[in-house]
């Protein structure tokens, strides 16, 4: 009686497992029951077959046959008479596909009808000339103040000359998104408004300079509450992708998560040296020698995310100053080639944090080790005890010290990450 009893427990639990592992992916939103959407995994052409993943995770399998149709689709595009017929053999691993046809009710096989393919190599040109884009006409700061009544934005941005208010006016033509709470994706970034905007908030802007220099006529702007902060590596997990620091703010533990989408970068030693010294920090990329290290597992997704700095890095961040801080005193970068450059960190002018990270070399989370100081960005989440890393540099050790120095007070008085402007993730 008692082996009945435990066969017919353990048959109810693996049937209650079942049924969560078909609910969770019924629930994936890249299923419907007419088509599928996802990257191809892998190809077995003799048995008709491509494996997807959707971004869920979901595996899927597509069947073809003779009356299969392939058409290819370039990135971004909506319009049906773009799309170039193609055959199987042009599919590639990687490739997103939409696969049309009668899905199974288990939601793992569709005998497709159509498929639509979208190159990998062609999306990641396009990232590439995107992230270009935001890095030659982008501006990024820390939202000053805002007008309701003629919807400008201001953003004091470091010069040369010592700190600049630039004044962006939105208009109906200018394409408004907003980071996600706990998302360090690019594209989960939503649709967004003037009246979501707040003081404080870190903003990413493509568009033009005025002649003069006082107004930036934004064509993109992303915007969105983060987080700064840093401290000392104390244990790095790779297997859960997870790092423990200590917060050089809060002294408490904070654990940062490091996924696909995160950007892992390092400073070079003799960079912050350089820095320290009063150097020209011009956003340069590192000098030769300074090896260009692999992007993190999976780290496609770091270049969607905006860039470490959303438009040409990845990342994102910055606090709003601490209370009391005088507005002229904020340490607020600019991208773009007319940003802040020229004047080392010791002088007024200050230098382009943005288009420095922007340049420096990628690193994996095995190179990571217990003891280095790291700086990181994050949105605000729910949990102030995690945090999902946007962008996360290394070897920032030098910097911090500099900075105690600069801002004054005793020795062991944590410096002001607020006043960082890691930069918001860009396509």
Do not use: H
């Amino acid at each position: 009686m008692r082996r009945f009893l435990a066969l017919l427990a353990l048959s109810a639990c693996i049937l209650n497992q079942g049924i969560v592992i078909a609910r969770a992916q019924s629930a994936d939103p890249a299923i419907t029951a007419t088509r599928v959407f996802g990257k191809v995994t892998s190809i077995d052409a003799p048995a008709g077959q491509l494996t997807v993943k959707t971004d869920a995770g979901s595996i899927v399998l597509v069947q073809i046959n003779t009356d299969t149709t392939f058409e290819r689709m370039p990135p971004g595009e909506t319009d049906a008479k773009k799309a170039v017929a193609i055959t199987l053999p042009d599919v590639s691993v990687g490739d997103g596909i939409y696969a049309r046809g009668r899905v199974t009710e288990d939601r793992k096989s569709v005998p497709a009808q159509k498929v639509i393919v979208v190159s990998q190599s062609e999306i990641a040109q396009k990232q590439e000339r995107e992230r270009m884009e935001w890095r030659r006409r982008g501006l990024s700061g820390i939202i000053e103040s805002l007008n309701p009544q003629t919807k400008e934005i201001t953003v004091t941005t470091r010069t040369p000359e010592g700190p600049k208010p630039i004044i962006i006016p939105i208009t109906e033509k200018v394409k408004m998104r907003r980071y996600a709470p706990d998302s360090v994706r690019f594209s989960d970034a939503k649709k967004s408004t003037f009246e979501e905007l707040k003081v404080g908030d870190q903003l990413r802007a493509k568009g033009e300079r005025s002649p003069d220099g006082a107004r930036f006529n934004a064509e993109d702007l992303v915007t969105g509450a983060f987080r700064t902060a840093g401290g000392a590596i104390k244990t790095v997990n790779a297997q859960t992708g997870e790092i423990q620091i200590e917060d050089l703010q809060t002294k408490q533990p904070l654990t940062v998560v490091v996924n696909k989408d995160s950007t892992l970068k390092r400073l070079p030693p003799d960079f912050m040296q350089m820095m320290a010294g009063g150097g020209g920090a011009t956003g340069a990329a590192p000098q030769a020698g300074q090896a260009q290290g692999s992007r993190p597992a999976g780290g496609e997704g770091a270049a969607t995310r905006p860039a470490a700095g959303g438009g040409g890095g990845q990342g994102s961040a910055g606090n709003a100053p601490a209370s009391g801080q005088p507005a002229g005193q904020r340490q607020v970068v600019q991208g773009g080639p007319a940003g802040g450059q020229g004047a080392g960190p010791g002088a007024g002018g200050g230098f382009d944090i943005q288009r420095i990270i922007d340049n420096l070399p990628l690193v994996t989370l095995a190179e990571l080790k217990p003891g280095d100081m790291v700086l990181l960005s994050s949105t605000k989440g729910v949990d102030p005890s995690r945090a999902t890393a946007i962008t996360l540099v290394s070897g920032v050790g030098p910097l911090f010290t500099m900075m105690q120095a600069r801002q004054g007070g005793p020795p062991n008085r944590p410096p002001n990450l607020g006043t960082i402007n890691l930069g918001i993730g860009g396509p």
